[in-house]
Structures are given as structure tokens and as C-alpha cells.
């Protein structure tokens, strides 16, 4: 046999060696499926929220009422839903770590 031929008789032998192995399975990106679930409800519930002329309206009259106070407590609302589905996210993340090693 040439040299050739036995590098190629070498390199089919690691790759069937390689493909004997049963494949990893592919990793749920929880991140992004939390994210959509998030956007889904928000988009959801400003289309509600502006779904007649009545409704919007009453969100224009609701948004010039505003008071600051209140609108710092709901910024500080949004801010505190956002650590929470970064927090939900971290657990799903470390269980299917934990799932995964044994």
C-alpha cells in the first residue's frame, strides 16, 4: 500500500470510531424561550390595551393623569419583573446543567 492509501484507511478508521459515539443532544435556549413568552404577554396586553378608540382614550387619560411618584413605582416595577425573568432564567439554566452531569 502506498502512503496515501494508509493515511485514508487511518482517517476513515477515527471517523467511524468517532460516529459510533451516540450524538450529544442539542441544548434548550431557555433564555429565548422565556424572552418570547415575555414579549408575547406584553405585546398581547398593549393590543388589549389599545383595541377600540374607547381604550385609547383611556390610556391617554390615564397617562397625562400620571403622578411622578407613580410613575417611579412603576419603573421600578419593570425593572423588578426584568430581575425576575433573569432570575427564572438562571434557575432553568443551572437545573438543566444539573440534569445534564448526572
Known amino acids: 500500500m502506498t502512503d496515501e492509501t494508509t493515511e485514508l484507511l487511518d482517517i476513515t478508521e477515527v471517523d467511524a470510531a468517532s460516529l459510533a459515539e451516540p450524538l450529544a443532544r442539542a441544548r434548550v435556549r431557555w433564555a429565548g424561550i422565556v424572552w418570547g413568552l415575555v414579549l408575547l404577554t406584553c405585546a398581547a396586553g398593549g393590543l388589549w390595551l389599545v383595541s377600540g378608540a374607547d381604550a385609547i382614550e383611556a390610556v391617554q387619560d390615564w397617562l397625562f393623569e400620571l403622578q411622578?411618584?407613580?410613575?417611579?413605582?412603576?419603573?421600578?416595577?419593570?425593572?423588578?419583573a426584568f430581575v425576575l425573568v433573569c432570575g427564572l432564567i438562571g434557575l432553568l439554566r443551572r437545573a438543566q446543567r444539573t440534569r445534564e452531569r448526572g
Not at 68 to 80: E, F, M, N, R
Open 68 to 80: 411622578p411618584s407613580a410613575a417611579i413605582a412603576y419603573v421600578l416595577l419593570v425593572i423588578g
